[in-house]
């Protein structure tokens, strides 16, 4: 398997994980009133701030054969998780968390209370005025998220490095491949791959913009009522 | 739905402090019976905060809510139903349409776990009982005011719910449009007999709908009782301004005549007598004497023959048309505002300038205390 091929397996995996625990986590952290609520804000933010190496040791540590999560893993299946395609795909999750979280909770947010306040009163339970009414109306915050959590993956880097190594087919992700070509001195092969994630990053960061601007609403609500 | 549970009033005693903004206590009892009950009172009186309370968005600090056996909120027993679980229907000021639902959608939200021919019938009356029908496909942003208002109270109705909450649902329309939405409601009302709660500052619409009026301030009842009661014999200055009344004037007893029932007042710092009712005051006495500007008379002479005591002379200061209404502003010393039809406006040849009298009937001059 080439290495372009696998960054996208692995940003897909990761994205379509941090969609799934993302929105609970941002449920909780836009409706909640609970007064430690920053704690949890800021744990969600931390890879935002946090150098990708020092994300990745850690993961790395806990990943290891003496680590709590590795142990847990040999345990289960028998094998270690560092140096893996799973270990990769959990620390990354850690890693984008915050690009899923954050267009999650904003979008979340931006729903008005009072809408919620007449689906509770017309008889709806937290989970159907979640699926019927936040959830259609927050439809841009939602492929926000995903997209900036696959887009995050894609082009991640020291996280990467740290936990999966560089294993041809197994953890050599496209970022890693330049780095290597580039060493190597092969600057034409390396160019073309980074050309493509330029592309990538530019094609993403226009959709996310265009399905946020005000301009686009109507045609997402029309969209989201089908 | 039985009907031993339409047939149920609302029993409400509540206590809740706000300290959002300086400490607000709303603190009020009452019961409220199938019809219409009218929620008046100035804004800050706390008649929103009720609302919530009883619908259960606010969770008051003690008390107890029921309609008559059930109980929705008791501070005692720890009784809290959620919001979702009390069958009360409560149509905002902001009306809350679901924006990416049409209005058939928005109507049939409340209605679950019936069978799907059910279901229809009962979209497809309420639609027609509200006149929408013919909008079922559009969204919420593309109909007009009074369809968003009357899909709001349809959305809310066809659930058929224990108690119907209303927070001004009609403001911003114009007279006939929200005369027509009262009429169908009132419609509605006679056939499902519900306590329907309606807080509005429109006269009009206390008028057209109330039964019962209970009058709130500063988080409390001031008075509770038929409109005619509540409204036109105000006891409080606020009350009076929420309630209507456009000339609000401050006097000095000039004279008392116990046989006649009225006494002579001086308006203002003006040379302006005028003949009140008889109150409890004495010589001297500063009072407040509220007039609606609807019972305000204007002619272009002396008027003479007529059983109204009081005619004031004075200049019209201007003259707005506001629908079919004219709001002529009169100076006689102080300053009155009057209504009077675009026919009279033709007919006395009125304009700004214009030498006016002013005619007031004793008991259409209210005493505030």
């Known amino acids: 398997m080439n290495s372009l091929s696998l960054s996208f397996e692995l940003a897909a995996c990761v994205a379509a994980i941090l969609l799934l625990i993302g929105m609970p986590v ?7 009133n609970w007064r430690g609520k920053f704690l949890l804000e800021s744990v969600v933010a931390l ?27 040999i345990a289960l299946f028998g094998h270690g998780l560092a140096f893996t395609f799973t270990g990769l795909v959990l620390a990354s999750v850690v890693y984008s968390f915050p690009f899923a979280v954050q267009p999650l909770i904003a979008s979340f947010e931006a729903v008005d209370r009072k809408l919620l306040d007449a689906s509770a009163l017309l008889g709806a339970g937290k989970w159907r005025t979640f699926r019927r009414i936040i959830l259609p109306l927050s439809l841009p915050g939602v492929v926000t998220a995903l997209v900036l959590s696959f887009a995050h993956t894609l082009g991640e880097f ?39 994630l330029l592309a990538i990053a530019f094609a993403v960061l226009c959709f996310v913009y265009a399905v946020n601007r005000r301009v686009w609403a109507p045609a997402w609500t029309r969209w989201a009522a089908k | 739905m039985g009907s ?9 005693s509540i206590r809740k402090e706000r300290r959002d903004a300086g400490t607000f206590v709303l603190d009020v009892s009452f019961e409220a019976p199938p019809g219409i009950t009218i929620l008046v009172g100035p804004s800050g009186a706390g008649k929103s905060t009720l609302l919530d309370c009883i619908a259960g968005l606010v969770r008051p600090n003690a008390g107890r809510i029921a309609i008559v056996e059930s109980v929705l909120f008791d501070s005692a027993m720890q009784i809290d139903v959620p919001p979702q679980k009390r069958r009360i229907a409560y149509v905002f000021q902001s009306l809350a349409l679901f924006p990416h639902l049409t209005v058939e959608q928005n109507v049939a939200y409340g209605l679950r776990d019936i069978a799907e021919q059910d279901r229809r019938t009962r979209v497809e009356e309420i639609l027609e009982a509200f006149r929408i029908a013919n909008l079922r496909n559009q969204k919420p942003s593309q109909i007009s005011g009074g369809e968003k208002q009357r899909t709001a109270l349809a959305r809310s109705l066809v659930t058929e719910p224990r108690l119907l909450l209303l927070d001004e649902p009609l403001t911003g329309l114009d007279a006939e449009l929200k005369a027509a939405i009262v009429e169908d409601l009132r419609a509605w009302n006679t056939a499902k007999r519900i306590p329907i709660l309606y807080v509005t500052h429109s006269r009009e619409e206390v008028d057209a709908l109330g039964e019962r009026v209970i009058a709130m301030d500063n988080g409390r009842v001031v008075s509770h009782g038929a409109p005619m009661d509540v409204l036109d014999a105000p006891r409080r200055k606020r009350l009076a301004q ?39 005051a004495s010589v001297g006495d500063r ?24 005619a004031l002379k004075g200049k019209i200061l201007s003259l707005e048309q506001r629908g079919a209404m004219c709001i002529a502003r009169v100076d006689c010393g102080v300053a009155f505002v009057a209504h009077v039809t675009p026919g009279a406006v033709r007919a006395l040849e009125l304009a700004m300038g214009k030498q006016i009298w002013l005619v007031l009937k004793t008991h259409s001059c209210h005493l505030v205390n």
């Open chain 2, 287 to 310: 009072v407040q004497i509220a007039i609606r500007a609807g019972d305000i008379l204007l002619a272009s002479q002396r008027p003479h023959g007529l059983s109204a005591r009081n």
């Open chain 2, 4 to 12: 031993e549970v339409n047939s149920s009033a609302l029993v409400a």
């Open chain 2, 242 to 280: 929420a309630a209507g009344f456009e000339n609000l004037l401050s006097a000095t007893v000039l004279e008392l005549r116990e046989p006649d029932g009225v006494m002579r007042v001086r308006l203002g710092e003006s040379a302006c007598e005028i003949e009140v009712p008889l109150a409890h």
């Open chain 1, 158 to 196: 020291g996280v990467v490095l740290m936990v999966g190594g560089n294993l041809a087919g197994v953890t050599r992700t496209v970022s890693i491949d330049i780095y290597d070509r580039v060493q190597s001195l092969e600057y034409g092969e390396a160019n073309q791959l980074a050309l493509l």
């Open chain 1, 26 to 32: 941002a449920y909780w952290l836009a409706f909640s």
């Open chain 1, 47 to 73: 890879p935002l701030v946090l150098p990708p190496t020092v994300l990745g040791f850690y993961a790395l540590l806990a990943m290891g054969p003496r680590g709590p999560l590795g142990k847990l893993w």
